[in-house]
């Protein structure tokens, strides 16, 4: 069997660690990007073809050419708020063109796909931590869009999968010249780190009234190498017969807002600028994962506590390849 495998969205932020965790694993990754939202430098570990996930030729061609003996996909735009704003574009990207994707792969010879999903999918969950047989109720077209694209691969034909939906996703590889370079930039740790290194004037913090110890929101923070190496062991879960399937992916404690900032503090020695605000509607005060399935069928466990993902994250947007992508082409001088 091949060992290539097809990762679309391989030049973004997860995708470019998954094709690091590939490489690591003896995979050989090739991605697929139109670099709308990814970047040409973080495809260092295999062949980049440029193309869109909803050109079916272009992925049957690609697949002509590397035979590959799975699909990652990952080429999803992510940002909730915007998601709102102007659902037509989620749905037509997350919705329409992945199922595109899923037709060409199948065309070009690939019968197991591992799917990049979410928590959204769960919408406002009234416990926690949260398993996979909650009811699927997204509040956001986000969310409906990556559960539509969860539903239209499970219906594909002679095609077994994986939807892995992640909770928060964090970190970097920084050694090895990749990790979050997204402007703006909407995810907290990044904020965070941002304005404790002065290219921010203050992180916001929404919300100081909520029913948890310290009145902030709480979240399940993973680090995207564990993310990353749970999208291998899905693979392997599956070139091994395994059926289709979903697993959440956490590690199944939660750190508050103050919690990450203090973090933060503690490894920059020296204050982050913060500034206090009201709530967001449909944020939930806690979201952790339960990811016992995800140990149980594929073997996975994330090792990288919420230290070694500040550090890492420091230490990519510390670096002069961060300040290249993002900072001098973002910022004034």
Request: with cysteine; glycine share 10%; net charge negative.
């Amino acid at each position: 069997m091949s060992s290539t495998i097809l990762v679309s969205g391989g030049a973004g932020y997860i995708g470019s660690h998954a094709c690091l965790a590939l490489r690591d694993a003896g995979f050989t990754p090739v991605a697929i990007d139109n670099l709308s939202q990814g970047h040409e430098w973080a495809v260092k570990f295999g062949p980049l073809r440029q193309g869109d996930i909803g050109d079916e030729d272009f992925v049957r061609g690609v697949c002509a050419e590397f035979k590959p003996a799975a699909l990652m996909h990952f080429a999803a735009f992510i940002e909730v708020g915007e998601s709102v704003q102007n659902p037509a574009k989620y749905w037509d990207n997350n919705f329409e063109r992945a199922k595109k994707l899923f037709a060409a792969a199948r065309a070009g010879g690939i019968r197991h796909a591992v799917f990049s999903s979410t928590a959204a999918v769960y919408g406002m969950p009234d416990i926690s931590p949260l398993t996979e047989d909650l009811p699927l109720k997204p509040i956001n077209p986000y969310g409906e869009t990556k559960l539509a694209a969860e539903q239209a691969l499970r219906e594909m034909a002679d095609m077994k999968s994986v939807a892995l939906r992640y909770f928060n996703a964090a970190g970097a590889a920084a050694e090895e010249g990749i990790g979050e370079a997204h402007w703006p930039e909407s995810h907290l740790l990044p904020n965070v780190i941002l304005a404790a290194l002065g290219h921010k004037p203050a992180i916001t913090v929404f919300g100081t009234d909520y029913p948890t110890p310290d009145g902030t929101a709480v979240r399940d923070y993973v680090h995207v190498r564990d993310l990353a190496e749970a999208h291998v062991a899905a693979l392997r879960y599956l070139l091994g017969g395994g059926e289709s399937t979903v697993c959440n992916l956490g590690t199944g404690k939660g750190y508050s807002v103050k919690e990450v900032i203090d973090e933060v503090q503690n490894r920059v020695g020296g204050p982050v600028p913060a500034e206090y605000g009201p709530r967001r509607a449909g944020d939930p005060p806690a979201l952790v994962a339960n990811a016992e399935k995800a140990g149980r069928l594929l073997g996975w466990k994330p090792g990288r506590p919420l230290g070694d993902i500040v550090a890492s994250a420091l230490a990519w947007h510390r670096g002069q390849r961060y300040r290249e992508a993002v900072l001098d082409v973002r910022l004034p001088s």
